[in-house]
């Protein structure tokens, strides 16, 4: 069954400090993997989408890496702003399907 | 600024109302999406439209009709919803059609809140 699992559920970091998100997925075949960014009741906006072949793609502060074996995605931020508390959500396409994970909440605070 | 442009932002209606919601791009895609959003859910598919004509409906109940005049116009159509039905919809934009996985970066609106008293 596709599936795709994202963790910690939620976290707190301190303003200025980097963090982690994790995607693990079994969604197969692959065809791209998308993090988005949701601000509480608005619409999620993408910071980066990858394909089977890249490791590694920044979007400014945001750095997301990619390990199609071990069927594993994380997104890094680096020096984090209050601007920064939103929902973080992991979007793993097949041919034939899309599957979202449930997110995680990041609290960014001062 | 997102360039999928939704209206409603928020609407409150009743069970016996009927009501629409609008979405609405001007980036030439192909594709366009309805999802809907609970709380601290991630969206969930209603119907994916591929070249104005629909290609998935995810099993959603008759109550909720979806539109697509032209390639840059969706609407939902909503009619004796129940209170159930209260969330975030989201639309969503595509530059190629087709299948839901080959289909290029999603480009979201803002949502609309809807409220089913």
């Known amino acids: 069954k596709n599936q795709v699992e994202q963790s910690p559920q939620s976290l707190i970091i301190l303003e200025g400090k980097n963090c982690t998100l994790q995607?693990?997925?079994?969604?197969?075949?692959?065809?791209?993997l998308r993090w988005y960014k949701q601000d509480t009741g608005r619409g999620p906006v993408s910071l980066t989408i990858?394909?089977?072949?890249?490791n590694t793609k920044s979007n400014g502060r945001y750095t997301a890496t990619l390990d199609a074996d071990t069927k594993q995605s994380s997104l890094h931020i680096t020096a984090s702003q209050l601007s920064d508390s939103a929902s973080y959500i992991c979007?793993?396409?097949?041919?034939?399907?899309?599957?979202f994970g449930a997110g995680t909440r990041l609290t960014v605070k001062p | 600024d997102t360039e999928v442009t939704q209206t409603p932002k928020h609407l409150v209606m009743g069970m016996t109302n009927k009501k629409s919601l609008k979405c609405e791009q001007h980036?030439?895609?192909?594709?366009m999406y309805w999802y809907k959003q609970k709380a601290k859910k991630p969206p969930e598919l209603m119907f994916v439209?591929?070249?104005?004509?629909?290609?998935i409906n995810e099993s959603v109940p008759s109550r909720f009709s979806p539109e697509c005049p032209n390639s840059s116009l969706l609407n939902l159509h909503l009619h004796a919803l129940q209170p159930e039905d209260s969330a975030l919809y989201l639309c969503?934009?595509?530059?190629?059609?087709?299948?839901?996985?080959?289909?290029?970066?999603?480009?979201f609106g803002e949502g609309s809140r809807l409220t089913v008293l």
């Open positions: 969503a934009s595509s530059h190629r059609g087709g299948l839901a996985g080959d289909t290029g970066e999603l480009f």
């Open positions: 439209y591929s070249y104005e004509k629909l290609s």
């Open positions: 979007v793993v396409s097949s041919p034939l399907d899309m599957r």
């Open positions: 980036m030439g895609h192909r594709a």
């Open positions: 995607c693990n997925y079994t969604v197969s075949p692959f065809s791209n």
């Open positions: 990858m394909t089977f072949s890249e």
